[in-house]
């Protein structure tokens, strides 16, 4: 064989396996599918991954394994996917962050609206209000007494600037008036385990994390962040219902792609997202944990993306006017 004919060989074999950026994805997936996280593993992203990736598993016949890339509240797991190839084996779950960062970062490295594929939307998470178990407070109202009381004293977890938990410990100061000493982790798994080991004094997490710890009494727990009560901890109540009036932090998940993956790849993976929403086990988990499945009009790659669009919209400009910067 001649070395042409070997060079055009090895050009068809590599297009073949959809190798080349943006290739077209023929026979997808044929190896691995990389679902990247951008917080701690056995966080609540993580966990809503790892869900999702196992159901996502069983449907496409090839693994999606989990790779948690941590930093900078999200946003460096995001820059990595933006610019990875668009083959279709890296893909990227995100919460709010994806939308917060356009305002709490001013240097962005990646456009959210410009440089990815959307998936779908996933679930809806609430959050709830921590405290280490020896801390004295029993309820709302003795927490906020004693916080403004104690506020040189009392830290405040978050896994960086622009996570959730992070978004919602400073509704939380703002909402009591006071500003806390804060102690961001590379998630809220690390930020959990200071708070059982009562290295730090509070923490606004989601109840994809928090449940199995309220349930066996190893935190103080002061209410959930939505503005009803969930399911999945029907006596808990709201801050909202507790005198803390408007306090609304629901916590939404979309699957992303970097911009230019072929289009029979986002199908697959859109139906594969879809059938997981469907499969019982998922749903059993989810529902355990307090995650509500979005939808079916939000599992769609428009679905995600008006949301994020309008998610910028709207906080974009709250961010910029309060001046609250993470760079
Ligand atoms: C995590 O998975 O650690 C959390 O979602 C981080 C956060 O609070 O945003």
């Known amino acids: 064989m001649s070395n042409a004919i ?84 890296t893909i990227f779950i995100h919460h709010n962050g994806m939308a917060t960062a356009t305002g709490l970062y001013r240097k962005l490295p990646f456009n959210p609206l410009a440089d990815f594929e959307y998936i779908g939307q996933v679930a809806d998470v609430p959050m709830t209000l921590l405290a280490k178990k020896d801390l004295p407070p029993d309820n709302l109202r003795e927490l906020i007494a004693y916080v403004r009381l104690n506020k040189e004293r009392i830290n405040l977890a978050n896994a960086g600037l622009g996570a959730v938990s992070h ?36 923490l606004c997490d989601q109840t994809t994390q928090t449940i199995p710890q309220i349930k066996a009494q190893k935190v103080k727990f002061y209410g ?72 079916e009009s939000k599992q769609t790659p428009a679905g995600l993306r008006d949301w994020l669009k309008s998610e910028i919209d709207k906080w974009q400009p709250v961010i910029r006017k309060a001046g609250v910067y993470a760079d």
Not at 34 to 59: E, N, Q, S
Not at 190 to 201: F, K
Not at 225 to 239: C, K, M
Request: charged share 15%; hydrophobic share 45%.
């Open 6 to 89: 070997r060079a055009i060989a090895a050009a068809c074999a590599i297009a073949a396996a959809g190798w080349g950026a943006g290739a077209p994805a023929q026979g997808y997936p044929s190896r691995t599918v990389t679902l990247v996280v951008p917080f701690a593993a056995g966080g609540p992203t993580d966990v809503v991954a790892r869900t999702l990736g196992a159901a996502m598993t069983r449907t496409m016949g090839q693994t999606v394994v989990i790779e948690n890339k941590l930093g900078a509240g999200g946003t460096i797991a995001a820059n990595y996917v933006a610019k990875a190839q668009p083959d279709g084996y």
């Open 167 to 202: 978004l919602c410990g400073m509704l939380f100061q703002q909402a009591v008036g006071v500003e806390l000493t804060t102690i961001p982790f590379s998630g809220t798994a690390p930020a959990m385990t200071a708070l059982l080991g009562g290295q730090v004094d509070m």
């Open 224 to 295: 959930v962040t939505t503005l009803q009560r969930i399911q999945a901890l029907p006596d808990a109540p709201t801050l909202d219902e507790q005198g803390l009036k408007d306090f609304e932090v629901v916590v939404w998940h979309g699957v992303y792609a970097p911009k230019g993956t072929p289009r029979e790849a986002l199908d697959k993976l859109n139906a594969a997202l879809r059938a997981s929403l469907k499969d019982p086990d998922v749903a059993a988990k989810f529902a355990e944990l307090g995650a509500q499945i979005v939808p």
